[in-house]
């Protein structure tokens, strides 16, 4: 009797299931199963080792290279002969949150909820945040204020703590959360490159309420300095609402 083959544990299900060649309807499909996709996910999008993935699949690292190496085949064959991509069956469960590299997980322990994108109308943006205002120096942040955007009207909010999280690891923070923009007073040029990086995008030298800034924005009025930096590294910053109180700050 044959061995039967152990569930690969997945984080999520993907956004998009088909991928297919513009003007071409060759007659074969590639079928990229969703332990492949999770493999794929995991070594190349979030830079894991076979290791680490293996601890998150709950399989065995040979087993992990097996997968990978056979998903990386398949989208090679997709792309160089044209076929369709389809992703679909596989043997696998969802971990509910239970691997240490899991979204899910991350999101739980800092009291928040992972943002699930369907299509191309979802989106989360994040407000540099203190006392209903706009925080005037990103390095500084201790908290963001998360909005999740769909056809174009915040579904819903929440105040994330960013307690922990160097001046240099706020970006990772925010690409961890889902984060697509991000709405801020002063930032410095190594936060920029690093939101960059991300694919975050920036909207830089605001000030007021963080729910009207993000009112502004959907509605194509928000106000904003592309330019806007802030150098220095010091404290005592005043009201958000106002600028960070430095003159080497420039909005």
Request: hydrophobic fraction near 35%; aromatic fraction near 6%.
């Amino acid at each position: 009797m044959a061995r039967p083959k152990r569930m690969r544990t997945i984080c999520q299900e993907p956004d998009y299931v088909s991928f297919h060649p513009d003007g071409i309807s060759p007659p074969e499909t590639v079928i990229l199963s969703l332990d492949e996709y999770e493999a794929i996910r995991l070594v190349d999008y979030e830079k894991l080792t076979h290791e680490q993935a293996a601890q998150q699949m709950r399989i065995s690292r040979a087993t992990v290279t097996e997968i990978y190496e056979a998903a990386r085949y398949k989208l090679a064959d997709s792309l160089l002969n044209g076929k369709p991509l389809i992703i679909d069956g596989g043997s696998y469960q969802m971990c509910q949150g239970r691997s240490a590299h899991c979204l899910r997980q991350r999101c739980r322990r800092r009291g928040e909820r992972p943002l699930m994108r369907k299509g191309n109308k979802a989106m989360r943006i994040a407000v540099t945040y203190e006392d209903g205002k706009i925080f005037q120096h990103f390095g500084h942040t201790q908290a963001f204020k998360f909005y999740d955007v769909e056809n174009g009207a915040v579904q819903s909010s929440q105040v994330a703590d960013a307690n922990g999280y160097g001046h240099g690891a706020l970006a990772e923070f925010l690409r961890l959360n889902q984060v697509d923009t991000l709405i801020c007073g002063g930032i410095g040029g190594g936060a920029q490159n690093a939101l960059a990086q991300a694919g975050i995008q920036l909207y830089g030298g605001v000030t007021g309420e963080a729910d009207g800034a993000v009112e502004a924005l959907l509605a194509g009025k928000l106000g904003y300095d592309p330019d806007a930096h802030c150098d220095h590294h010091g404290h005592g910053h005043g009201d958000g609402a106002h600028n960070c109180g430095h003159s080497s700050c420039s909005h």
